[in-house]
């Protein structure tokens, strides 16, 4: 388990007063690339150099609570299951850290960089979410 904290933005927010839905998966996916960093596994290192790459293959988010500018929230990542080729993370997203406003659940899939064909998860990235523990 992981968790990113945030404050939400007026830019964020949509004309119904209402965080915009697309930003919950902003937020999710930013908490990945925190997570990723905190474990020595640098963004745009990967991004330049890794032989993979690990495009989302699906993503889905329940709305619990509506989200406000100024609110602060807590994104917890729950590493879920890996696969031969993928790997599932679980997303809460809490509003003032306590009440739950999203759920959501976001799968990778690891894609040699050059063939384009599906690759078993790197190492790199296994020793990652193992050291979790929730994998």
């Known amino acids: 388990m992981f968790e990113y904290h945030v404050n939400v933005k007026?830019?964020?927010?949509?004309?119904a007063g209402i965080m915009f839905f697309a930003n919950y998966f902003k937020f999710a996916h930013d908490a990945f690339e925190e997570f990723c960093e905190a474990g020595g596994l640098e963004i745009k290192k990967m991004l330049d150099h890794a032989p993979y790459i690990l495009p989302v293959v699906h993503a889905s988010m329940d709305f619990k609570a509506p989200v406000f500018a100024g609110d602060k929230?807590?994104?917890?990542?729950?590493?879920?299951?890996?696969?031969?080729?993928?790997?599932?993370?679980?997303?809460?997203?809490?509003?003032?850290?306590?009440?739950?406003?999203?759920?959501?659940?976001?799968?990778?899939?690891?894609?040699?960089?050059?063939?384009?064909?599906?690759?078993?998860?790197?190492?790199?990235?296994?020793?990652?979410l193992n050291s979790k523990g929730s994998i």
């Not at 659940?105 to 190492?123: M, Q």
């Open 10 to 15: 007026i830019h964020e927010i949509d004309a």
């Open 73 to 128: 929230l807590k994104v917890r990542l729950i590493f879920e299951s890996v696969g031969s080729s993928s790997f599932t993370i679980l997303h809460e997203i809490y509003k003032e850290y306590e009440v739950l406003a999203a759920t959501g659940k976001i799968i990778h899939v690891s894609i040699d960089r050059n063939t384009g064909e599906k690759i078993p998860v790197p190492e790199e990235i296994l020793k990652l």
